[in-house]
């Protein structure tokens, strides 16, 4: 009796696939590796600035924390939600919107994405550079006379911090997702509560605890405390909504579902929030003891005048500027970039391409120029939304979590998600409206009263006109529960299967390309 022949996975699209963009082969990432990721995310100087600043408008400190703790709670729930699709289907972003966008329309989130992240990945690696600059001048003081030129707008001191921190990242960022992991566990985040800590007691110690928790510093009225407050959770959401969309890069390495969400508990509203008090505290402390407020911490390190406390301060701080820009600002435009053209490029070719472009971008002009960032990083960020919307409600109404992860490698004319020529129009249709809506809030002075809710009314508006458009469509609608187990996926069985065979040397060969492309 003959057996049966054995069945062979049909092999990934060569324009579709690499090992990067290849469901997750280990999940290395528990519980710990995602709260230390948040930890990295959420210690940067801009999100230190922003709780402190609200303090400084005039919320008191318990309204501050209450408004960032519902605002954070909210990121939280989101991120759940995307980190359940990013977990079961083990595939980064780019590919997750394969399934909305179609296999070659995932293009277009994921460079809308990228753009953002190449925009502050340049950014945040300039701002961390003058911290390399103070710290430089606090240890020789006589490399003065080279901060006081001008080269593309930058000193030839600035230049040479600028890219000594560009170079920094690269040697770290090339080096993978799991070499990363390790660093953010030790590193990135630890080291800042450590520093920021260390200021909250000393200012704390310095004023002999004369710091009001409950008073407005600028009297500002019930009213006006509640609309700021609402703003501050509409802000905060906002300012999240960058990882929420992309956070399949990193849900895809966790073992089970409670590591992502344990992770997300302890690293988003415990530890945003905690370390929000221990910002404002600061900045408390910084009104009785130097008789102003203060809301960069690197300028209260300034303040103090102690050249201990400057060095450690300013590497502290670079150290964080590090952290953020490999969580928020450079895997997922790796992973974009990637997306773009798998058979030549992988996610270290990806993340280079985003370090090069972060210096053409000539960032400290970028920053200096409210003009561009209002109209510019503002109107892309006003397209968050809509995005964010197109994936969930993709995943979670339209197909109910149903999705062939095979499929998301495929160009074949029949496949699920090739759609039309490999673009799905409903997405556009979605997209397109609500984005034009979401932006005008955001950049039209007129409305400039629901201008910090602008990502609301493009995230309900594409949300609710995908499931219109989607119909019929919703095949999977009555389905039943939302399945939790890891989708299994055969793609890098064929991808080996297609390098094996003879007249194949194996790693340079690429999967045939499937019919229809």
């Given amino acids: 009796m003959s057996t049966p022949p054995q069945h062979r996975p049909a092999p990934p699209d060569p324009r579709l696939f690499n090992e990067d963009l290849a469901p997750a082969p280990e999940r290395k990432w528990g519980t710990y590796s995602v709260f230390a990721l948040w930890m990295s995310d959420t210690h940067a100087i801009s999100n230190y600035a922003f709780a402190a600043s609200l303090f400084v408008l005039g919320l008191p400190a318990w309204e501050v924390f209450l408004s960032l703790l519902a605002g954070i709670t909210i990121v939280y729930w989101l991120m759940n939600r995307m980190g359940h699709a990013g977990h079961r289907t083990g595939v980064p972003y780019p590919v997750l919107a394969r399934a909305s966008w179609g296999v070659y329309g ?13 925009s502050w990945y340049g950014i945040q690696t300039w701002l961390a550079s003058t911290a390399v600059v103070l710290l430089t001048l606090q240890i020789a003081p006589g490399l003065d006379a080279y901060d006081h030129n001008s080269v593309l707008g930058l000193s030839t001191l600035g230049w040479i911090a600028f890219l000594v921190m560009w170079g920094l990242q690269a040697v770290l960022l090339t080096r993978g997702m799991e070499f990363i992991r390790r660093v953010q566990d030790f590193a990135t985040g630890p080291v800042v509560w450590l520093v920021v800590l260390a ?19 600028t009297g500002l009225g ?27 890069d990193f849900a895809r390495f966790t073992p089970d579902h409670r590591s992502y ?69 450079f895997v997922s435009p790796a992973y974009d970039f990637a997306n773009l053209a798998p058979k030549y490029l992988d996610f270290k070719r990806g993340g280079m391409i985003t370090a090069v472009l972060a210096i053409l971008v000539l960032p400290w002009k970028l920053y200096s120029s409210a003009l561009v960032i209002q109209y510019f990083l503002g ?25 062939d992860v095979d499929a998301l490698f495929s160009a074949d004319a029949e496949g699920a998600y090739f759609y ?8 556009v249709i979605a997209f397109l409206p609500a984005a034009a809506v979401a932006a005008s809030l955001a950049l039209i002075p007129a409305f400039g009263a629901v201008a910090p809710f602008s990502w609301i009314f493009g995230m309900v508006l594409s949300g609710l006109l995908y499931v219109l458009v989607s119909g019929r469509s919703r095949a999977a609608a009555d389905a039943g529960p939302i399945p939790q187990e890891i989708i299994p996926s055969q793609v890098r069985a064929g991808a080996e299967e297609v390098a094996e065979r003879p007249g194949r040397t194996g790693a340079g060969a690429a999967p045939v390309v499937a019919k229809g492309s």
């Fill in 199 to 217: 200021l909250a007691v000393y200012l704390v110690v310095k004023a002999h605890g004369d710091i009001s928790l409950t008073r407005s510093l």
């Fill in 379 to 403: 109107a892309l960020g006003a397209f968050l939304g809509p995005l964010v919307a197109i994936l969930l409600v993709d995943y979670y109404l339209v197909r109910r979590g149903r999705i």
């Fill in 420 to 427: 039309r020529r490999g673009y799905n129009p409903k997405a």
């Fill in 106 to 118: 995932a293009n277009i989130p994921a460079l809308l994405r990228a753009v953002m992240a190449v």
């Fill in 261 to 329: 969400r344990r992770g997300n508990l302890i690293g988003l509203p415990v530890n945003f929030t905690a370390f929000a008090v221990v910002a404002v505290l600061v900045t408390a402390g910084t009104i009785s003891v130097f008789g102003e407020a203060i809301y960069d911490p690197v300028k209260v390190i300034q303040k103090i005048d102690d050249p201990v406390v400057t060095v450690i301060g300013a590497l502290a701080f670079i150290i964080a500027t590090i952290g953020i820009n490999v969580v928020a600002n």
């Fill in 222 to 248: 019930g009213a006006a405390q509640a609309r700021q407050s609402l703003i501050a959770v509409s802000l905060t959401v906002a300012t999240f909504l960058t990882l929420v969309l992309n956070y399949a």
